[in-house]
């Protein structure tokens, strides 16, 4: 079983910048394919931002040009860098290791004035 921790939730106000962190345990972590999901209150959960295991990637269209997702695969972490953040961008951010459909425990973000 891989164990995914998240880092880096809080609050900040619109315009600031956030970076989360998800570290999974595991030898293969370079094989495996991440990926950073969200769901606000009532809403869905959607996908944020996936990375492959030789870095390619893929964002949802809501975060396209605001938020940039990248691996450390010597740490065994991958990252989710949140510029421009907007209010609309608050919900809880899951980690997923996308192979076996792992998921972390989330962690909150909240973007208010």
């Known amino acids: 079983q891989v164990q995914i921790v998240e880092s880096g939730g809080g609050l900040v106000q619109p315009g600031g910048s956030l970076r989360l962190s998800c570290t999974a345990s595991g030898s293969i972590f370079s094989m495996y394919t991440m990926s950073w999901h969200r769901q606000a209150p009532g809403k869905e959960r959607e996908l944020v931002a996936?990375?492959?295991?030789?870095?390619?990637?893929?964002?949802?269209?809501?975060?396209?040009?605001?938020?940039?997702?990248?691996?450390d695969n010597a740490k065994n972490t991958v990252y989710l860098q949140m510029n421009s953040l907007k209010p609309e961008d608050t919900a809880v951010y899951y980690c997923r290791v996308v192979n076996w459909n792992y998921w972390g425990q989330g962690t909150q973000v909240t973007v208010s004035s």
């Open 50 to 71: 996936l990375i492959t295991g030789d870095s390619s990637t893929n964002y949802g269209d809501s975060v396209k040009g605001r938020f940039t997702i990248s691996r």
